[in-house]
RNA sequence: GCUCACGUAGCUCAGUAGGUAGAGCACUUCCUUGGUAAGGAAGAGGUCACCGGUUCGAUCCCGGUCGUGAGCUCCA
């Protein structure tokens, strides 16, 4: 080791990286092991700090509450670390006093971390005699012959490692809070207490990240769509249902028309069809058997069952049998903005980003096998414009295979899923796959993208379907003048309106780029000399087409400014007895720069021509 | 759905050891006519989420329902 590194660097190591495992400093060395270090500031040791972090607490919970407390599990998160346990009194975020007070207690003992070696039997009987049954469990579950158990004071905890050499190094934590979490991810299994919290090398790394969270609080779609009036969710409709205010309407309009534009040029047409249809058309599709949890419950309507629709395929499917296909119809590009409902649980219900009503930016292709990879091309070519266009550079993407749950052959789906891998490869992008989160009837693609508080949302998703086509009979004449079955991709890239504009609330932090800004420009007037002359900017701006608004209150320019500027509103327009009298505008920009003084009709222009997307 | 927490005026929040409530902002009216982030005054506004229970009496205590938040589970 010392040959490794200066001594300087030595006080950052953490641990150390042998291949593609990670040994505690402490661990005995081999001759031949190459070891690489792992520093403090790599996301390795960064990890290692949050996972022993998770020990301390477990410790203090247990010594603290008494040896009747269960742990069950306690890893690092992205952002810090957990602890899971069964205790019968619920704790309270009171209790994160006197935790934190004792963890630090441990953390000045600066109590080593010592590892040991048992094997399962031995570490079994450890386990039950300490009446640890959740570690019992979790040795049911390894296979290897040995296992390892990390001391530190009187706490042992059944881990692999590896850990700080000793609790000292622990100088900035911090209790965040307490959630329900069952355990192994099981809701038929007892549900524990999770207590979160976070950790760092040094103090202000936490503070860092403690400042990220306000932030990124002030960024919350549901504080902004509430104080920018966007939008709004109330109890007289139901949990779940989205209400698109006036502002929030028009910024969905603008995100509606960019949308239909991009499109038409894409040689999509747009479609319109109903909210409900005959229970016997979901039962066809496959949803009653597979989709039915998620969908509201039936309606009957002169004897025959209804029921809302969770996504649009079958409707496109109908309008696609309404007369007979050719081949040479192909590709058949058919879009629509389709409002779906499902039912979801009230627990998983989330501002904008998880509803029950909401509208996909859906559309289905059918086409030919030959021409499935390049359709498959161009709607990631699409998907990634719409995405740019929208400030979104940053995303994960996913492959997701056949699900537990599903319909049509092993065949078809072994086409459809390596069609999509085919295409990701080809285009060079990095993806992972997801196995088992396809949709029942076929694989897909996935685009995530992360939002301000680190949370990614899918959006985009991209489905080849066989099975469809094959459950309508869906038919189209080929050259051979005989029937053949199409290929169908299901597809949305913004996913959800309600949720995209979720994501885009917080991405821009309400600030929304001039084009899809629902107000551009406000006249603020300064005495009630020039509201004649407010108005004239106002009618003239409007019927250039800015979207514009006007404040003529009899209030001072000051109280205008704050306002307009809280509302996020790119442009204000100053006019008082200057303005008025050489007939031009000031301009205040939302950074609170001033633009010189132009004529209306120059700042019209300028409007026009920034408000072009592309 | 589950666990925990919360639910007081449009918004942000006080408050009552149980005796039907208060501030700031917003709103209305009046005064003020003021050049780049809050001028002044007055007024209106609440069956303290809803339903039950305990009590002489409940916004406060207890139970249930609904809703919200953080997670778990599930997903666009």
Redesign the pocket.
Known sequence: MKALCSGKERKNIVAVRAGERLLDLSEPLTADTVLEPVTKDSPEGLDILRHSAAHIMAQAVVELYGPDVKVAIGPATEDGFYYDFDRKE????DDFAAIEARMQEIVAAALPFSRETLSVAEARKFFQDKGQPYKVELLDGIEAETVSIYRQGDFADLCRGPHIVNSSLLQAFKLM??????WR???KRP?L??L?GTAFFDAKELKKYLHHLEEAKKR?H??LG??LELFT?S?LV???LILWQPKGALARRLIEDYWKDEHYRNGYELLYTPHIAKRDMWATSGHLDFYAE?MFSPMEVEDVTYQLKPMNCPFHIAIYKTSKRSYREFPIRWCELGTVY?F????????L????G?T?DDAHIFCLPEQLEEEIFNIIDLNLLILQTFGFTEYDIYLSTR?EKYVGSDENWQKATEALKMALEKKGLQYRVDPG?G?FYGP?I?I?IKDVLGRA?????IQVDFNLPERFQLAYTAEDSRDHQPIMIHR?LM??L???FGVLIEHYAGAFPLWMAPVQAKVL?????QLDYVDRVYQQLRQAGVRVEKDS???????K??EA??AKIPY?V??????KDTETV?V?LRD?K?LEPMSVSDFAEMIRKESRIR
């Open positions: 619920p704790f309270s975020p809070r307490i959630a329900g979490a069952y991810g099981d809701e549900m207490q999770r979160y919350d549901r504080k509430r104080e969710i109890d139901g949990p779940g998620n499902r979801e649980r009230t627990g998983s219900l989330q501002g980003m998880r509803v029950r909401f996909q699900p989160e949709v897909k996935d995530k949302w899918q959006c985009s998703t949305a996913g959800s309600e949720r995209f007037n300064i005495t009630d000399a209150r009899n209030e001072k320019l000051n109280y400014i704050r500027q809280l204000m100053i006019v008082g007895d200057k303005e000031t205040r609170g001033n």
